[in-house]
């Protein structure tokens, strides 16, 4: 079943590569969506796919990104379907 999962992280997340791991791994797996900076120092990612693959997708990128992650909050929600692509967005 398809879902869309909004997360924010926080910790030193910014400037260390973590929108572009992100970016590798969703576009490794087909997820659509986006990760970006916020203002405020944490990084927000929104992305939609299979669940179990958007599972995975966290999974891996909580381990290759784990020590710059000091928490993050994570909802789920029913899909829009307004992505074609994951890429990497402005503030």
């Known amino acids: 079943m398809n879902k869309r999962v909004e997360v924010h992280y926080s910790g030193r997340v910014q400037g260390v590569g973590f929108r572009f791991t992100a970016e590798d791994l969703a576009n490794a797996r087909g997820i659509k969506g986006y990760?970006?900076?916020?203002?405020?120092?944490?990084?927000?990612?929104?992305?939609e796919g299979e669940e179990s693959i958007l599972k995975e997708f966290l999974d891996s990128l909580?381990?290759?990104?784990?020590?710059?992650?000091?928490?993050?909050?994570?909802n789920w929600f029913e899909p829009t379907g307004e992505f074609k692509r994951f890429e990497i967005r402005s503030i």
């Open 35 to 47: 990760v970006k900076n916020l203002a405020d120092g944490r990084v927000e990612l929104v992305a």
């Open 62 to 74: 909580k381990f290759d990104m784990d020590n710059v992650i000091d928490n993050y909050a994570l």
